[in-house]
């Protein structure tokens, strides 16, 4: 569907938690009516049949990903499954009679329960501003393979995480390493290989009048951690939501203290 500058320009300035429904209900719109270029008189009509029916849309939670299965080539692990055991996880929740139950008037998106899954750090999903953000992890790890001295992987690193040419095998400095896992695809020789792969998760995070970047768990987390995880978040946001309050509002350092205990360990 093309669209027109006019008509780009004008989507740039919805909410970007919105917009993507937005893009889509606008060509939706278009489509049923037989054209096929979107103008600003489109956006404009359907920005506002969108916004005066809003309660109708909300679902009580927002599950966001990145571009994971359409293929993106940064991927760090593959999530597929993990996201439809998340989906399951927060509808069981029923979230959307819990803030009915809670909230006088009409429910709007910035009372959803938010969740992201990004398949790597480049995060294009925003794991760092949601409830809970989880992001793909590939730890490296240096095996008895010698080292050709190619680079690959210190080109390929844009966290200058490998130090080639200074030994065999290189050495990984797991303070600047992101776990993207982009080492690995790019050393010809094996020298450097996937010790595990797993996620990394967020807690609290959000925008608004006091934005506030989500907390790391430490540690790499399988899928059965991070399900019990979100659901622990889950579990503490119904207990605490009086009146449809943001998770990360109710969200405290003493709660992340907690949770590290529980599913790390001693806090790091």
Known sequence: MEWSPEAEAALKLVPFFVRKRVRARVESEAHNAGRNRITLADVKATQARYLSGM???????QLDTCFGPSG?????????????RLETV??????????????RG???????????????PNACSQPQI???GIIGAAVPETTNEACSQCGACTDA?????????????PPIDPERCLNC???????????IAE?????????????????????????????????????????????????GERFAHLFQDSDFENFSRRFCGPVI
């Open 55 to 61: 309660h109708s849309e909300i679902k009580g939670y």
């Open 72 to 84: 993106c080539p940064n991927r760090a692990v593959v999530s597929d499954g993990l996201l439809a």
């Open 90 to 103: 927060i509808k069981r929740a029923d979230l959307l009679d819990f803030l009915k139950s809670r909230v």
């Open 106 to 120: 009409e429910l709007k998106f910035h009372h959803e329960f938010r969740t992201t899954l990004a398949d790597c």
């Open 130 to 132: 949601k409830d809970v």
């Open 157 to 169: 690193c844009t966290e200058q995480a490998v130090a080639a040419n200074a030994s065999d095998p």
């Open 181 to 191: 896992g982009q080492c690995i695809r790019a050393c010809p020789t094996g020298t």
């Open 195 to 243: 010790a595990w792969r797993g996620f990394r998760v967020q807690i609290g995070g959000r925008l608004g009048r006091h934005p506030r970047l989500a907390r790391e768990l430490p540690g790499i987390f399988n899928e059965d951690q991070v399900i019990e995880i979100v659901q622990a978040c889950l579990d503490l946001y119904k207990a605490r939501s009086r009146h």
